[in-house]
């Protein structure tokens, strides 16, 4: 097998269900989740196996969801054949990760700089990366058919990894840095509009 194919040389790359320019909002949508699945991997290596067993299952389960992400947004037209991977129970469990970390880390009143361990600063560029993903994906469900799913899915996961650098930095005795110039934002872990 070839890696290479030629099929590309003149700007255009295969999605299911057709060819399109590799501009397009859906393949920038799906290339920035490829683009986030690798730097889910890096923070993989940045993990201790002991202390972060139950991190690393998650982002490894991550993993496998993105890609499923990444079909369905490189889907021009779901059908029987190729029905939609994404499901809620994805987003769900997320939440419940999302709710259990909030009470693991340490209390927050201020955003935060990203960075800390190098584990947890990976795990705030994959948050950054997420959002930039999410934002290509509702452009891309406000001119194109695709599985809403995946835009929560996204929502969901960029807070996820918000929650869980917090947990690698406290599990490694390593203080979030305030943002010095920030109001109280933050109660309980929640912004003030969520209240």
């Given at each position: 097998?070839?890696?290479?194919?030629?099929t590309?040389?003149?700007?255009?790359?295969?999605?299911i269900?057709?060819?399109?320019?590799k501009?397009?909002?859906?393949?920038?949508?799906?290339g920035?989740?490829?683009e986030?699945?690798?730097?889910?991997?890096q923070a993989?290596t940045?993990l201790d196996k002991?202390?972060?067993?139950?991190?690393?299952?998650e982002?490894e389960?991550?993993?496998h969801e993105?890609f499923?992400c990444g079909g369905d947004l490189a889907m021009?037209?779901?059908?029987e054949?190729h029905?939609?991977?994404?499901?809620?129970e994805?987003?769900?469990?997320?939440?419940?990760?999302i709710d259990a970390y909030?009470?693991?880390?340490?209390?927050?009143?201020?955003f935060?700089?990203p960075?800390g361990?190098?584990?947890a600063?990976?795990?705030h560029?994959c948050?950054t990366?997420t959002?930039?993903?999410?934002?290509?994906?509702?452009?891309l469900?406000?001119?194109?058919?695709?599985?809403p799913?995946v835009?929560?899915?996204?929502?969901?996961l960029?807070?996820?990894f918000?929650?869980?650098?917090?947990?690698?930095?406290?599990?490694?005795h390593v203080?979030?840095?305030?943002?010095e110039?920030?109001?109280?934002v933050?109660?309980?872990?929640?912004?003030?509009?969520?209240?």
């Open positions: 097998m070839k890696l290479y194919t030629r590309g040389d003149e700007g255009k790359t295969s999605v269900g057709g060819r399109l320019f501009d397009d909002v859906r393949v920038e949508a799906y920035t989740t490829d986030l699945n690798s730097f889910v991997g993989v940045q002991k202390l972060f067993s139950d991190i690393l299952a982002l389960k991550i993993q993105l499923d021009l037209t779901a059908s054949k029905p939609y991977k994404a499901k809620q994805m987003v769900d469990f997320l939440e419940e990760r909030i009470k693991e880390a340490p209390a927050l009143e201020r935060i700089l960075g361990a190098p584990a600063a990976t795990l560029v948050r990366v959002r930039r993903a999410e934002r290509l994906a509702t452009k469900q406000s001119e194109s058919e695709t599985n799913i835009l929560k899915y996204l929502n969901r960029s807070d996820y918000f929650a869980v650098a917090r947990v690698v930095n406290a599990r490694l203080a979030d840095v305030e943002y110039r920030s109001a109280l933050f109660r309980d872990g929640k912004r003030k509009e969520d209240k």
